[in-house]
């Protein structure tokens, strides 16, 4: 895992950059437009809520565009889209398996601009579920290493459900079940530690050795469909060795 997860710490500071040309914003807002009607606009009762209300703040969201967010989605605003949550799989350059998933209020377009995007950068569409037996949901937390040590880490989230912890550099990445994300998040607030993400995400079950020519193409397609404005999220099953992400950085 350990090229693909400094390459998504990579992504996450580049996100951030992003964030401030507004397309990050963006997708942080529906984040919590949706989880706000699918759970309530209480965030202390709404954990999808108050997770993703903290990694907008983290990513410099100004805090009255998250209460407009919260108030549209819970219905206490008018002016909320209806979004659905849509995903799509397909294969990338060198056999790559690729999950996208979007949040829209336009189901043909949605499909138009993930299917342009694949084109156009080497991949291909494929049919629902030839891909998505490759991963599997898991809750992930990403907290900066700071002080912290490994057993610091461990000691504060084994009784939470953590199943593992990974050093991604400057980050600790710790991965549970799906359904433990939250536990493990609130341990490690209680144990006084601060986090930088919580959520559930798809992480691969197999993963694709990339060199360094495979990597920029698989690099080139992500970026396009999370060009998208109704791309949520990307997963994909690569690794890249360390070597190789000094080579394509």
């Known amino acids: 895992m350990s090229g693909h997860s400094k390459w998504a710490t990579t992504k996450h500071k580049k996100a951030v950059i992003d964030a401030r040309r507004g397309k990050m914003f963006a997708k942080l807002i529906k984040n919590i437009e949706v989880a706000a009607r699918t ?12 997770d993703a209300i903290q990694k907008a703040k983290k990513s410099s969201v100004p ?7 919260v108030k549209r989605g819970s219905g206490a605003d008018a002016g909320g889209a209806d979004y659905q949550a849509i995903t ?16 829209t209020d336009n189901r043909n377009r949605a499909a138009t601009e993930v299917r342009t995007a694949m084109t156009r950068n080497g991949g ?19 907290l900066p290493k700071g002080e912290l040590a490994e057993d610091d880490v461990l000691l504060a989230v084994l009784d939470a459900g ?14 549970s079940e799906a359904t433990d994300v ?5 341990a490690l607030q209680d144990g006084g530690i601060d ?4 959520e559930a995400i798809f992480v691969p079950s197999m993963q ?31 690794d890249v060795s360390d070597e190789v992400m000094a080579e394509v950085d």
């Not at 799509?88 to 949040?103: D, K, S, T």
């Not at 920029?216 to 397609?221: A, C, D, E, S, T």
């Open 39 to 50: 759970g309530g606009g209480d965030p202390e009762g709404n954990p999808t809520l108050y």
């Open 63 to 69: 805090n009255d565009n998250i209460d407009r967010a």
């Open 88 to 103: 799509y799989e397909g294969y990338g350059p060198n056999g790559v398996a690729v999950l996208v998933e979007c949040l």
């Open 124 to 142: 291909t569409m494929a049919d629902p579920g030839s891909v998505a037996y490759l991963f599997s949901r898991k809750g992930v937390v990403v």
């Open 162 to 175: 953590a199943e593992e912890v990974n050093d991604l550099g400057e980050s600790w990445e710790v991965v």
């Open 182 to 186: 939250v536990a493990v998040r609130t």
């Open 195 to 198: 986090y930088d993400s919580a």
């Open 208 to 238: 694709v050795e990339l060199d360094a020519d495979g990597a920029r193409k698989v690099f080139r397609l992500i970026e396009a469909l999370e060009d998208s404005d109704e791309v949520q999220n990307v997963y994909a099953n690569f």
